[in-house]
Every structure is written in C-alpha cells, then in structure tokens.
C-alpha cells in the first residue's frame, strides 16, 4: 500500500503489458499496491508481465480500452499508458493511436470519476512537436504539423491532455498529466524502431548502426526505473500537471551511437540515412517543475542505464538463442 498524500490500495494500469506499463505494475505491487493490467497487446505482450501472474495481487486482463472499460471493485489509481509510443508504431496503426488518445481517455477518465479515483495520463514530449524553445518548459505550447505523419500521435496526446483537463475543471476528477520524455531500459522490442534498441541490435549483430542525418539531432533519455518514480511520485501527489518528467542530460544521435559501439564491445561502424519528416532535432526537459512540486530528479547516469540495458538485450538474446537449439 502507498501511503503519502493519499492511500492507494487498488491500482489500473492501461497498457500494463507494454515497455512502460509493466515496469509501473512491478514497482506498485513491490509496494504492495493491488494491480488491475488492462491491455489489448497491440504492441505489448503477456511475456512482460509473466513474472507477475503468480503475485496474488496481480490480474492480468486483455481489453480493449477504446471499445470500453469496466473494472468491478474499488479503484483508487488509473494510470492510463496505451497507446502505440515509437514511431514505427503509430505510423503503422494511426487510426488505433487516434482512438487510444481519444476514446481510450474518455473511458478511462470515465472509470476515475466513477471510482473517485486518481488519474494520472501518460502523455509525451511530443507534445512540443519540433521545439522552438529549448530546453522545454510546461509553459511552453508546442510546434506541432497535425497533418503530418507525426500528428497522429503528438495531436492523439495534446487532445488526451485537453479532455483530462476538462474532467478536472468540469467534474472535479483529481487528475494529473506527465510529460514523458525518451525513456529506455529492459524490455523495450528490440524491434520497435527507437534509437537505442535499433542501435543495441545493430551492435550485437556486428551490422553498421544506422544514424539517421548527421546525427547532431539531440535526445534526452531517461532510465526507466527514475522514469518510474517520477510517474508514481506524481500518482500520488495531488498535482494537476502538467509535469515533465524526463533526464536533462541531453546527447547527439551519433554520441550514443558511439557509446553503445563502446558499451557492447562491438566491432560496428555507422551508417548515416535519411532523417524522418519531421524528426524533432532538439528535446531537453526542463524538469525544475517536478523538482519542486514532486521533489523528483533522475538519479541513474545515462552510462550505467545503457550498461544495464545492453546487458539486458544480450542476456535476452543468449536465452531465445538457447530455446531455439
Ligand atoms: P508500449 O507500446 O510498450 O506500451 C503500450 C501498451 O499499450 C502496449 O502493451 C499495448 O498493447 C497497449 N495498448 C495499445 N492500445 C491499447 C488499447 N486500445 N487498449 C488496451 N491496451 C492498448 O509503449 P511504452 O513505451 O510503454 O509507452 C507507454 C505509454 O507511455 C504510452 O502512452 C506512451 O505514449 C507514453 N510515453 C512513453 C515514452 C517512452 O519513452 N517509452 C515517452 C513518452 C510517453
């Protein structure tokens, strides 16, 4: 049970079988929270939360959340994570990411007003689109093409934000919005198009890392478990949010290729290719407002959280490479 602000017994997670959602049913039965995962497995699995199926205060449900979302029983938390996150994602399935952002919200502020629960809505730095503001501060609204191929996404996250914003200011639904920014640790898919699983794999086969541009385009990125205790710290605030929660730290595409070439032993060279429509060439939390109102700030350098994660996807592959023969 978490126990700071507010009592939280009973928890769902939308999306909890996903990169980010299966790590957050982890840390909130670790801290004895009861867990509800709901999750249609459009791009997460069973496979990220079999390690939690025997914990008698997990249940696992597959649901579909823009179809609608029934959970019998007290709740005192919805988190809301589905949706398509990478690029390659919801470039592939825009309509479904639409819908999740859409629908998917409205039902699941829609169970946190029932419920008289805390919501709290994953949204996203792509919120600030192609920023002409850097580093990015919650004040700032963003440089966003709805009609191009990203809008799908970043307009799905700014229509979720508005809607979470409408409950509290309409319903009076205590609710919280996060920011997050790239976030990366174990079981990210190895072949979901993001950066930093696409260049561990290129490395670990011994094939060029692929970087896309010149590689000055820059990222912040996060560990997942500070990732993790910033969400959770905001879950059990009463914040309303905005809050941006993501690693300041900020490094260049062709720095990280580098330092997994380092970190992986790997003989790779890289390869440069054509830069995305769109591509965001500058992302850097300014994370001052989730210092003073969460009293969070990451704490895992980007070195040690890139060694973990490479040992994860090795680990990883060395297994699946013994089940095949
Ligand atoms: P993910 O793809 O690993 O997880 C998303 C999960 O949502 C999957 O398990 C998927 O099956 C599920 N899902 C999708 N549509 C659904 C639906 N209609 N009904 C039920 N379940 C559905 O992605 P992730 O990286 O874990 O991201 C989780 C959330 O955090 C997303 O909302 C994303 O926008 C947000 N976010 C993630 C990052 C990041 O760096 N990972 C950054 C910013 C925001």
Redesign the pocket.
């Known amino acids: 049970m978490v126990q700071a602000a507010r009592t939280i017994r009973r928890a769902v997670v939308?999306?909890g079988?996903?990169?980010?959602?299966s790590h957050l049913c982890e840390h909130l039965l670790e801290r004895g929270v009861e867990v509800v995962c709901?999750?249609?497995?459009?791009?997460?699995s069973a496979e990220n939360v079999v390690h939690l199926m025997e914990h008698p205060g997990f249940r696992l449900v597959r649901?579909?959340?823009?179809d609608y979302v029934h959970v019998p029983g007290p709740v005192d938390l919805v988190l809301h994570?589905?949706?398509?996150?990478?690029p390659l994602?919801y470039l592939r399935m825009p309509i479904?990411t639409l819908k999740?952002g859409s629908l998917?919200t409205l039902h699941t502020l829609g169970l946190a007003h029932e419920k008289g629960a805390r919501y709290v809505l994953?949204s996203?730095?792509e919120v600030y689109g192609d920023p002409l503001v850097h580093p990015q501060p919650e004040e700032y609204w963003g440089n966003v093409n709805p009609v191009g191929p990203r809008g799908v996404y970043d307009e799905a996250?700014r229509f979720s934000e508005a809607m979470t914003t409408a409950y509290r200011t309409s319903k009076g639904t205590d609710t919280g919005i996060v920011r997050?920014?790239?976030?990366y640790g174990p079981r990210m898919r190895a072949d979901d198009g993001r950066a930093i699983p696409a260049f561990v794999g290129q490395a670990l086969d011994g094939r060029p890392l692929t970087v896309a541009g010149d590689g000055s385009q820059t990222r912040s990125i996060c560990y997942v478990d500070d990732t993790v205790r910033g969400i959770l710290a905001m879950a059990c605030s009463d914040q309303p949010g905005p809050v941006n929660i993501g690693n300041p730290d900020e490094l260049s595409m062709l720095r990280l290729a580098e330092w997994v070439i380092e970190l992986t032993g790997s003989s790779s060279g890289i390869e440069f290719i054509d830069l995305p429509v769109d591509d965001p060439k500058v992302r850097r939390p300014d994370t001052r407002r989730a210092q003073e109102l969460l009293g969070w700030q990451p704490v895992v350098a980007s070195e040690e959280g890139l060694r973990r994660t490479v040992s994860w996807f090795a680990e990883r592959r060395r297994t699946v490479a013994a089940q095949a023969g």
């Open positions: 939308t999306g079988a996903g990169f980010l959602g709901l999750d249609n497995f459009l791009t997460g649901c579909d959340v823009t994570f589905a949706s398509p996150a990478s994602d479904e999740v998917g994953a996203t730095s996250k997050i920014f790239n976030t």
